[in-house]
DNA sequence: ATTAACTGATACTAACTTAGTATCAGAACA
DNA sequence: TGTTCTGATACTAAGTTAGTATCAGTTAAT
């Protein structure tokens, strides 16, 4: 059972690194450079960000993309469902029909319950908490002079 | 996203099926009508149960499948890691190597926080619990005379 | 004006997973 | 000794994942 595939991990890995660059462009082959994620793969994703107007993009020599909202602004949850769809249980869900018996019912009743948890845990981590996080964590592991 | 597959789904419906008959055997085809599950594909769900340890068979006429063990102590979580594997972030974590980056790091450690809360989520959830909260909802349906 | 550095759009691929189907052998009951 | 079962295993179609590749068009610098 995978939670995130590569084009949410690398995507969310990308925004922090734009988070960390705000208010200039950065080329798709920079980030691809410094995240060590393959390059064309990451310009398809930076295109679907940009899309959903994630990621603001400038074309030509000079051009690259750049953070299009506030980091705190932008949850982890956006990505998973840009890249993998919203949190279901099965598709019967969507068709809104009732449960065929109810053995279905009381099994998926509890499978509502965590999936209704996890979007709660993937809506409270934002790209800014991420950032935040990360600068923490490198002022700790800074030798002392 | 996707949180159960099919054989998961079919699994844990075909354990409440056979928690609810507890001390006979049932027939795979018995069970494939009762639930509306394809025979040939529950019959290979049942023998993944069988080996283990979850569900007891009996060849021959009059043979058939029985809940192996205490429906309380079959949890959600146990089905899912047989047929889908345990609940992972990605494949760095199984290799224990230390993340290549630390922009990786600070998401992956909020992955594994909500990792480990769907994990004790899908623990809480035994076949015992579903079979009672499905004979309370037939209590409740159930029309007064 | 030309070239180099960029994004936009889109087509293609290999490998894997999911959800099933099909078959044959052998055990047990009647 | 035939019918009803499981055991074991092989096969398939469709979808998803994780990439690669190509060409067109834009912008900036020379």
Redesign the interface.
């Known amino acids: 059972?995978?939670?995130?595939t590569k084009h949410t991990?690398y995507a969310?890995?990308a925004l922090?690194?734009l988070g960390m660059k705000s208010g200039s462009w950065v080329s798709a082959k920079a980030v691809s450079e410094e995240?060590?994620i393959p390059y064309q793969f990451l310009r398809r994703i930076l295109q679907e960000l940009i899309k959903n107007g994630l990621v603001l993009s400038k074309e030509g020599a000079g051009g690259g993309v750049m953070l299009g909202k506030d980091p705190d602004t932008i949850r982890?949850k956006d990505v998973?469902e840009i890249f993998?769809?919203?949190?279901?249980?099965?598709e019967c869900m969507f068709r809104k029909q009732l449960c065929?018996?109810?053995?279905?019912?009381?099994?998926r009743?509890?499978?509502m319950?965590?999936?209704q948890?996890?979007n709660d845990?993937?809506s409270k981590?934002t790209v800014g908490k991420?950032i935040s996080?990360?600068k923490r964590?490198?002022v700790l592991s800074e030798p002392k002079l």
Chains 1, 2 share one sequence.
């Not at 993998?84 to 099965?90: D, E, F, K, P, Y």
């Open positions: 059972m995978k939670v995130l991990d969310v890995r922090i690194s995240q060590a982890v998973i993998q769809g919203q949190v279901q249980v099965s065929s018996n109810r053995a279905n019912c009381v099994l009743h509890e499978i319950r965590i999936e948890l996890v845990e993937f981590v991420l996080d990360l964590v490198q």
